[in-house]
Structures are given as C-alpha cells and as structure tokens.
C-alpha cells in the first residue's frame, strides 16, 4: 500500500544511463531552437522591446513569484502540499521555457520569431535564474524550511551544471546558425523533430517504467500541476492582453509561460535532491501534462483563427 507520507522515499526508475541520455536531448532540443536564430531577430526585439520584456518579466519573475504566493496561501489555508511536493513546484517555475513552446506557438498561429527568441533569452539567463530563483523562493517558503537546510545548495557548482546543459549547446546553434545559415536552416526541421520524438519517447518510457509509482501518487499531485499551469498560461495571456499586445503575441506569451523545461527540472532533482522524491515526481508529471495542455491549446487556436 503506497502512502502519501512515504513520497520521498520512492525512487524513479531513472538509471544513470538514462539521466545521461535526458540531458543529450534536452541539449538536442536547445541547438535545435537556436538554429532558428538570426541577429535581424535580435535587433527586430531591440526595435520593438516591449513582447520580450513582458516575457522574461513573466518567466524569470512573475512566475515563481505566483507560484510561491500560491504556496503561501495554502500554507495560510491549511492545506499545504507536503514540501517536497511544493519545492518540486518551486523547482519548475523557477525553469526557463520549454523549448516545445515553439512548435506549439507555430502550430496556434502565434508569432514563433517571439517564442524562440524567449526560450532562446530564457534558456541563456537559466544558468543565474533558475539557481537563484529556487534558493531565493524556496529559502521563504514558511512549511519548507528545514527540507531547505538539509539540501545545502550550493550556487557556483548549480550554476556550472546549468551552464554547460543549457548554454553550450545555445551558443554552438546560435555560431552556426549566423555563420552558416544555409546549413543550419537544413539542419533546423531535422534537430526539431528528432529533438521533440525522443523527448516524447523519453517521457512514454520514464512513464512505462514507473507506472506504478505514477498510478500511486498521481492523486497527490496531479491537481497542483494542472493548477500551476493553468496559472502560469493565465499568467502569460493576462500580461499580454493588459499591456495590449497583438493577439498573435497574446497567445505567444500564453503558451511560453505555460510550457516549462521540466526536463531541466527532472535532471536537477536526480543530480541535486534524490532524497526529495516528491520533488522529482512534480517534474515527471509536468513534463507529461504540459505537453497535454500546450498541444490541447494550440490545436484549439489553431482550428479556430
């Protein structure tokens, strides 16, 4: 019988090989996007600066921030998620954009030139702001303070590891893409999709693999993280349509502050919180749900513009 008090005791069946393998693909996946980037695309949000602002306000402060409010109130209210699972959520706010936001934002006839530039921002700034989000946000949450002490984070090694996951392979997509732009528009639709296939194998597998666990734990956590999205797609189209942005950014925005790299956040809780398994399943769960309502979501724009 599973118990909800024994949550940081499960163990997701990811074998090293495997956590090896999740980073290669997210690395795929962030050369893939960056072979889409061109410096017109730069001195285009230099030009009209507003959308990308609105956007790394929203995914590098507003977010977690919310989410942390969200956390307080239920602290305030008395039904607080055990702290694992809220420094699990914590964890994925504090993420930058994932980088299947593009291929939604193309998909809901949103303005894509946007969304890559913000994952691309996002994914540049994540080596400082996910560490610092996650220590500042998680170090004030009132029910996980003692869970905050016992991981004795520390910053320079958290933002190495960030570093050489998210920016290698950036700046390499980002070199070939202004030098060689032929090649890299080839190379572009095949890096995106063998990317977005083995992620979904990835998560198919790691679901597979750990379906018992899911099927024990998913009544535990499965509401939080369809909460949390939903506030965080709110999030983005409420910025976007208070500061009045074309309808095509609106939806940009939506779906860019909807669709996180929980894969970054699963491969930070194996390397930094293995004792935390609430963390961990927080990650996995967003990673299978996010691509549920991204998709979901785009699919309806699409069908209805």
């Known amino acids: 019988m599973l118990l909800l008090s024994d949550i940081d005791q499960l163990e997701l069946a990811f074998s090293p090989s495997t956590q090896l393998l999740l980073k290669l693909v997210l690395g795929l996946i962030i050369f893939g996007v960056a072979l889409d980037l061109r410096g017109q695309d730069f001195l ?20 977690p921030a919310l989410s942390f409010v969200f956390l307080c109130a239920t ?62 946000w998680g170090s004030r949450l009132p029910f996980a303070q003692e869970q905050m002490k016992t991981l004795s984070l520390d910053f ?77 797609l709110g ?12 309808w095509t950014q609106q939806k940009t925005l939506c779906i860019e502050l909807g669709i996180q790299n929980s894969g970054l956040g699963l491969v930070l809780c194996f390397q930094y919180f293995s004792g935390m398994g609430g963390m961990a399943l927080i990650a996995a769960c967003w990673g299978i749900w996010h691509i549920i309502s991204g998709l979901g979501l785009a699919f309806y724009w699409s069908k209805n513009e």
Request: glycine residues 8%; charged residues 5%.
């Open 44 to 63: 285009r949000l230099l030009q009209q600066p507003r959308p990308i602002v609105l956007g790394l306000l929203g995914q590098l402060f507003f977010l």
């Open 75 to 136: 602290w305030a209210l008395n039904i607080a998620p055990l702290p694992s699972i809220a420094l699990g959520m914590l964890l994925v706010a504090a993420c930058p954009g994932g980088n299947m936001s593009n291929f939604f934002t193309h998909l809901a006839k949103g303005d894509t030139a946007l969304s890559v530039s913000l994952s691309a921002c996002t994914t540049l700034l994540a080596a400082v702001s996910t560490p610092l989000n996650f220590m500042f």
């Open 156 to 232: 320079l090694p958290l933002f190495v590891d960030v570093s050489l996951m998210m920016g290698f392979p950036l700046l390499l997509g980002l070199i070939i893409a202004n030098y060689r732009p032929n090649l890299a528009r080839r190379m572009s639709t095949v890096f995106r999709w063998i990317s977005i296939v083995f992620f979904g194998l990835l998560v198919v597998l790691a679901f597979i693999s750990n379906i018992q666990i899911f099927l024990g734990y998913i009544g535990a956590v499965i509401f939080l993280v369809i909460l949390q999205n939903a506030l965080a």
């Open 235 to 246: 999030l983005g189209l409420g910025l976007a349509k208070g500061f009045s942005l074309p």
